[in-house]
Every structure is written in C-alpha cells, then in structure tokens.
C-alpha cells in the first residue's frame, strides 16, 4: 500500500508534465516515510535534454539533504528510467526504485531493457517493476494518442 500511496504522487507529477504539454513522467523521492522531492518532465519548458523528471528530482532530494549522496532514498518513477537516468539514479546511491510501467514505446525496448539490466547487474538498488501499471501507463498512452490527432 506504501508503493501505491508514493506512486500516485508520482503520477501527480506525472499530470503536470501532461497539462504542459511533455511527455507525462513524474518522480517521487523519499526518505524515512516522508517526500523530500518531486518532479516531472521539463525538456520542452526549460529546453534542457537532461530535464527529465528523475534527474530533477535527484537534484532537488540533493539540496533537501545537503549532499549528492542519496542513501536511503526510495525513487518512484512514473515510467521505466532511460540510460541517463539510470546513471543519475546509481551515482546518487538511491538504495530502491519503484517503477509504474515499462517503457514500451520505441522498436528496440527489449534491447535497451536488457542493456539497463546489465548495468544495473552491479548495481545494489532494488527495483520493483509494475505499481499502479495501468494508470502510469495510460497517461503516457493517451500523451501520445493526443499527439498524433494534431
């Protein structure tokens, strides 16, 4: 019930990237029960690549704590993290990430998942795949589905 409870806040996020047009990804962290920080997508708004919502979301759990070292911090993320944010989410020592839905819309998803998987191999963080999988992976559908009606 815990991971439902964060990951709606992280889709709460995830709605404000929608309503501004970005791609509809929200990130949630926190520390001893209590959200330290939140984000989604700004790419588009701030014209920034790295804008992604798990990288400001480090960001801003960084300056809550006064340090980049993130240890015992649990990332909720909308959507499965890109290779990017994979490295942010390992260099900051976040010890658990919970995931909404797997990325699925690009041709070659099973390659780059096992390319995370591989990465992550070494890696001692947590991962759990698949809380609230409808409604995060709605959202993300129906950015789409909207898109291209344009």
Same mark, same amino acid.
């Given at each position: 019930?815990?991971?439902?409870?964060?990951?709606? #806040?992280?889709?709460?996020?995830?709605?404000? $990237?929608?309503?501004?047009?970005? +791609?509809?990804?929200?990130? /949630?962290?926190? *520390?001893?029960?209590?959200?330290?920080?939140?984000?989604?997508?700004?790419?588009?708004?701030?014209?920034?690549?790295?804008?992604?919502?798990?990288?400001?979301?480090?960001?801003?759990?960084?300056?809550?704590?006064?340090?980049?070292?993130?240890?015992?911090?649990?990332?909720?993320?909308?959507? #499965?993290?890109?290779?990017?944010?994979?490295? $942010?989410?390992?260099?900051?020592? +976040?010890?658990?990430?919970? /995931?909404?839905? *797997?990325?699925?819309?690009?041709?070659?998803?099973?390659?780059?998942?096992?390319?995370?998987?591989?990465?992550?191999?070494?890696?001692?963080?947590?991962?759990?795949?698949?809380?609230?999988?409808?409604?995060?992976?709605?959202?993300?559908?129906?950015?789409?589905?909207?898109?291209?009606?344009?």
């Amino acid at each position: 019930m815990e991971d439902s409870f964060y990951m709606k #806040e992280a889709l709460k996020e995830a709605h404000k $990237a929608y309503l501004k047009e970005e +791609i509809p990804i929200g990130a /949630i962290i926190v *520390k001893d029960n209590k959200i330290i920080a939140r984000a989604h997508n700004l790419r588009e708004t701030i014209k920034d690549p790295t804008a992604h919502a798990e990288i400001l979301a480090i960001r801003e759990a960084a300056k809550v704590l006064g340090g980049w070292r993130l240890i015992g911090c649990k990332l909720y993320v909308t959507m #499965e993290p890109c290779i990017m944010c994979l490295g $942010a989410i390992s260099e900051s020592r +976040i010890k658990t990430l919970v /995931i909404g839905t *797997k990325n699925t819309k690009t041709s070659d998803s099973e390659y780059k998942l096992k390319l995370k998987q591989d990465f992550l191999q070494d890696k001692d963080i947590d991962i759990s795949f698949g809380v609230l999988e409808e409604a995060t992976s709605s959202i993300v559908k129906n950015f789409f589905r909207k898109l291209r009606k344009r």
